[in-house]
């Protein structure tokens, strides 16, 4: 299960102030920074199978990684995006050109993929490039990620700019996680984000 806040980042200056918070000093180490260079890949059939079902199939490189990653059953409130995810490293790259469904054959997400899609072929719909700027969060209570991403989406609706503020919430109190991800909206005035990556590549 992945549980994160989204907020849209309309001034990207705000970017360097909020990482830079004082509200943050007792959490962070701001020396762990990661700053990663992600590409992403969305796969569908040719009928979009897998949207109309309401999941996701993406291959994404991060620097030198490379991980396969199913999302389904997602749930937004406000912001709050709740779904449940399976991931997959992957080691051979052809894989990410010609990725299929029997990689996932032992997990949950298996079931999930041949009953929306069966064996049908899996091309690619939607790509992106973006910076992810990332720090953890460890409160005591509660660990999460703080992120922000800023790149552009490339799909049938043409090219998407991609800027926005994640908070993942990864262990301990989910009240806690929540706290924080709003104190840091209510201070910047950032609003909510409902739609997805994937859903602003599509035109409607």
């Keep these: ?21 004082s509200m943050l000093d007792d959490y962070v180490d701001r020396n762990t920074l990661e700053e990663i260079s992600m590409k992403a890949i969305y796969f569908d059939t040719d009928n979009l199978d897998l949207r109309k079902a ?34 997959l490293v992957i080691n051979d790259e052809r894989f990410a050109l010609e990725p299929d469904i029997d990689a996932f054959e032992s997990s949950d997400a298996y079931d999930v993929l041949i009953k929306a899609a069966g064996k049908k072929k899996l091309h690619e719909v939607v790509k992106m490039d973006f910076i992810r700027r990332l720090l953890k969060i460890d409160t005591g209570d509660s660990i999460s990620a703080l992120s922000f ?8 609706s043409g090219e998407v700019p991609i800027s926005e503020m994640e908070l993942e919430w990864y262990h301990g109190s989910e009240d806690d996680f929540k706290y924080i991800a709003r104190k840091l909206a209510e201070k910047y005035n950032l609003d909510p984000e409902n739609i997805s990556k994937l859903q602003k590549g599509f035109a409607d």
């Design 54 to 87: 309401g999941i996701a199939y993406r291959v994404r490189y991060e620097n030198d990684r490379i991980t396969a990653t199913i999302k389904w059953d997602n749930r937004v409130e406000a912001g709050l995006h709740s779904r449940e995810e399976f991931n």
């Design 1 to 21: 299960m992945e549980t994160e806040f989204k907020f849209r980042i309309d001034d990207s200056s705000l970017v360097d102030k909020i990482l830079g918070d």
């Design 149 to 156: 991403d800023i790149g552009t989406i490339y799909g049938e």
